[in-house]
């Protein structure tokens, strides 16, 4: 079964700062699919990058941007230019490109911006 | 943008009471699913449903739990008899038809069991 892993239950940024969250993940396949998910106070899981393993560029999107490792299993989420509107939990989840209905998460990094 | 809805958004009931938690996927999708989140938790998933049918489910979906699609745009989740350990979060989610694509969460229910 896969494992996700999030070994940093907080993490603190200045305004304008860069952060970076960590996640490895555990599998046997060589197909599959990462994605970070934004969960503000509101509690609404949000889309904030994906990556297929398939592809060796990194994924980006505006301020975020993946450094995606597979040999190490790693898929860290770096957010540029924090602002106070990125405080939230984001977790990390992983979906096989096989049994594409589950994705698994990770136990979630709470973000913490401050002025 | 399309979205992903669901009510209600706080669900209060007694324990042994059925509940039902009403998802709308966003409308051309083929996939969905739904996942629970206990406070503090990490988010698991339930049930993923196609076609009509439950694709696949995990071990927290027991007999207690039902879904179903009564209509062309509801998705529902239902407990039958709710314990106080079905206290959670619960998140619809849906995505379109092909492998690759993203699954696409509503805003949570949140049910409290008392």
């Known amino acids: 079964a896969q494992t996700v892993t999030q070994s940093q239950p907080e993490m603190s940024v200045q305004e304008a700062e860069t952060v970076t969250l960590s996640c490895t993940y555990d599998t046997s396949e060589s197909d599959y699919y990462l994605f970070w998910y934004k969960q503000p106070p509101s509690r609404q899981m949000i889309l904030v990058i994906r990556?297929?393993?398939?592809?060796?560029q990194n994924a980006t999107e505006n301020r975020f941007s993946v450094n995606f490792q597979k040999a190490a299993k790693s898929f860290s989420l770096k957010i540029s230019d924090s602002q106070l509107g990125d405080a939230a939990m984001y977790f990390c989840?992983?979906?096989?490109?096989?049994?594409?209905?589950?994705?698994?998460f990770g136990k979630g990094t709470m973000l913490l911006v401050s002025p | 943008e399309p979205e992903v809805t669901q009510t209600p958004s706080h669900q209060v009931t007694q324990m042994g009471q059925e509940v039902i938690l009403r998802c709308v996927p966003i409308s051309n999708h083929l996939y969905f699913y739904w996942y629970r989140q206990i406070l503090g938790q990490k988010v698991e998933f339930l049930v993923s449903?196609?076609?009509?049918?439950?694709?696949?489910k995990s071990e927290i979906f027991d007999d207690q739990f039902s879904v179903e699609r009564p209509d062309g745009s509801n998705f529902t989740l239902k407990i039958r008899s709710t314990k106080l350990e079905d206290s959670a979060m619960y998140f619809c989610?849906?995505?379109?038809?092909?492998?690759?694509?993203?699954?696409?969460f509503g805003p949570g229910t949140r049910l409290t069991v008392l």
């Open positions: 989840a992983y979906r096989s490109a096989e049994r594409y209905s589950t994705l698994t």
């Open positions: 990556q297929e393993a398939y592809k060796q």
């Open positions: 449903f196609y076609n009509n049918e439950i694709s696949e």
């Open positions: 989610a849906s995505s379109g038809g092909a492998v690759s694509d993203t699954q696409y």
